[in-house]
């Protein structure tokens, strides 16, 4: 599977912006999308995850109630709306894909930058 993100920029605090991540090649084989960020000089940490059937959706503690994780499996894509950003939400966003009967998240896109200016 392969995905390609996008919808980064630069927004100030407040604001919204909206993530797109499109997969690509065996996504029948897709069990659930996730995204996660990395800030500078911060590790990698999740973000939120839906599964790619729907329904079930998770979300970091830092995220609940500012963003929402949506799919649309016809498009094949995953969206990640992000609504009233803070300044500690700038960071590289990644969208990966966790695979039928694998326990982690073996694919990744590239990231996209989002940078919230207070």
């Known amino acids: 599977v392969q995905l390609q993100a996008s919808g980064g920029g630069m927004v100030q605090a407040g604001g919204s912006l909206r993530l797109s991540c499109a997969a690509s090649g065996r996504t029948f084989r897709i069990y659930t999308m996730g995204w996660f960020r990395q800030a500078p000089g911060k590790e990698r940490e999740f973000v939120a995850a839906i599964l790619w059937t729907g329904g079930s959706q998770n979300y970091a503690d830092s995220v609940k109630g500012r963003f929402t994780i949506a799919r649309d499996n016809a498009k094949n894509t995953v969206y990640l709306q992000m609504s009233s950003l803070k300044p500690e939400d700038t960071a590289v966003y990644f969208c990966?894909?966790?695979?039928?009967?694998?326990?982690?998240?073996?694919?990744w896109g590239q990231g996209t930058l989002i940078t919230v200016s207070s």
């Open positions: 990966a894909a966790r695979m039928l009967y694998s326990s982690s998240y073996d694919n």
